[in-house]
């Protein structure tokens, strides 16, 4: 499985912006999908998961409320809406699938079999 991840760019404070990750392959239906991020001199950290039917959702607290996951099963595609973008959301972000429908482990990255590259936004305030 590929994943290529797009959609990331420079805005203000308080702007929109939708992540898409596009999946190569014909089991992108069966796994669950997450988005982490990594911003500069940080580690990388959990975002968002989405099952594989998109019935169960899971967000990081600090992007809860802002942030909405949701996946294209017959486009192999997952999506991330960021709305009211904060300067602190400054990252790279990257898409991650797991071969399994959904993981109780869903934060951690080792629960995930692959990644994709990152797509960088930058929020200026």
């Known amino acids: 499985v590929q994943l290529q991840a797009c959609g990331g760019g420079l805005v203000q404070a308080r702007d929109s912006l939708r992540l898409s990750c596009a999946a190569s392959?014909?089991?992108?239906?069966?796994?669950?999908m997450a988005w982490f991020r990594q911003a500069p001199g940080k580690e990388r950290e959990f975002v968002a998961a989405?099952?594989?039917?998109?019935?169960?959702?899971a967000y990081a607290d600090s992007v809860k409320g802002r942030f909405t996951i949701s996946r294209d099963n017959a486009k192999n595609t997952v999506y991330l809406q960021m709305n009211s973008l904060k300067p602190e959301d400054t990252a790279v972000y990257y898409c991650?699938?797991?071969?399994?429908?959904?993981?109780?482990?869903?934060?951690?990255?080792?629960?995930?079999?692959?990644w994709g590259e990152g797509t960088l936004v930058t929020v200026s305030s």
């Open positions: 989405i099952s594989s039917s998109g019935d169960n959702k």
């Open positions: 392959g014909r089991s992108f239906s069966s796994y669950a």
């Open positions: 991650a699938a797991d071969r399994g429908w959904w993981s109780t482990r869903y934060r951690q990255g080792s629960s995930y079999d692959y």
